[in-house]
Nanobody
Framework: QVQLVESGGGLVQPGGSLRLSCAAS????????MGWYRQAPEKQRELVAD???????NYAGSVKGRFTISRANANNTVYLQMNSLKPEDTAVYYC?????????????WGQGTQVTVSS
């Protein structure tokens, strides 16, 4: 059984910062791409950023230059540093990981953490 446990969400004022963390645990053989998605009310879930096991990062245009994704391979953890937050960043943020517990890789999701940007 694999679990992705997120932390770090909350309420912040516009222009503020938050750092999200997500740790993958369980009988994991290897972890490939890890990432963050978000879903605002009445909108589709969208990619925020992802990062390969080699450290190559990819960002949505709306967050480029404000958010930074990183990971610690030793403990299967991915981070999202969010700076200069805007009200439109308000959403539930989900951690995502493509990893192997057996022969083939599968995609797993965290339970989501709420980020609210408001004055």
């Amino acid at each position: 059984q694999v679990q992705l446990v997120e932390s770090g969400g909350g309420l912040v004022q516009p222009g503020g910062s938050l750092r999200l963390s997500c740790a993958a645990s369980g009988r994991i053989i290897s972890v490939h791409t890890m990432g963050w998605y978000r879903q605002a009310p009445e909108k589709q879930r969208e990619l925020v950023a992802d990062i390969t096991s080699g450290g190559t990062a990819n960002y949505a245009g709306s967050v480029k230059g404000r958010f930074t994704i990183s990971r610690a391979n030793a403990n299967n953890t991915v981070y999202l540093q969010m700076n200069s937050l805007k009200p439109e960043d308000t959403a539930v943020y989900y951690c995502n990981a493509n990893l192997r517990t057996g022969w083939l890789p599968s995609t797993y999701w965290g339970q989501g953490t709420q980020v609210t940007v408001s004055s």
